[in-house]
């Protein structure tokens, strides 16, 4: 399994889950890769770590009282979220493109070290515009979910860099 966060701005840290996650470990990387980091965030894309809101979905790992805990303690303000949004979520859409740009290695990864560094590398070079994209796109996704009342949005995309989405 991997962990990773992404900004509007650009990408944040990606880490490989080697243990079963629970909400400890869930804790840790929340301390690990967001807290820690806010300054760096603040340093390379300029973001005012007293603004910034975290975002995740509404697993069970995520809603576990340690965890929400955490966050209080931490001053971390989250975004409410719906359950089951996946069309809403951005990073859904970037862990789609890594996987497609998985496929376009010619020989399979000889182990799981080799499968990581290929995403990690893909991570790392995401096109500039493509996660702004992600987010310039939410507020149209979230007013079609509104007109029809919580189903799938159905919007023309090209969120999938240079493949266009099916509608």
């Known amino acids: 399994m991997l ?8 990408v944040g840290d990606l880490c490989w889950v080697e243990e ?34 975290f975002q995740h979905d509404n697993a069970a790992i995520h809603m576990a009282r340690r ?8 001053n971390i303000k989250v975004l409410r979220w719906p359950a ?15 996987k497609q740009r998985l496929d376009d290695y010619s020989t399979i990864a000889k182990d799981l070290e080799e499968l990581f ?3 990690e590398d893909i991570w790392n070079s995401l096109p500039n515009d493509y996660l702004p994209s992600l987010y310039e796109a939410l507020p ?12 799938h949005s159905h919007l023309k995309s090209t969120n999938v860099v240079g493949r266009k989405n099916k509608e």
Do not use: C
């Open 3 to 10: 962990w990773g966060s992404i900004t509007a701005y650009g």
């Open 140 to 151: 149209g996704k979230m007013r079609m979910l509104v007109r029809t009342k919580g189903l």
């Open 67 to 74: 965890v929400q805990d955490y966050l209080k303690e931490a």
């Open 117 to 119: 560094k290929r995403v």
């Open 20 to 53: 079963t996650m629970d909400s400890e470990y869930y804790v840790s990387i929340l301390r690990d890769k967001v807290v820690n980091n806010l300054e760096w965030f603040k340093e390379h894309y300029g973001m005012d770590p007293n603004k910034f809101i």
């Open 84 to 98: 089951n949004s996946l069309d809403l979520n951005p990073i859904e859409l970037v862990w789609a493109y890594i």
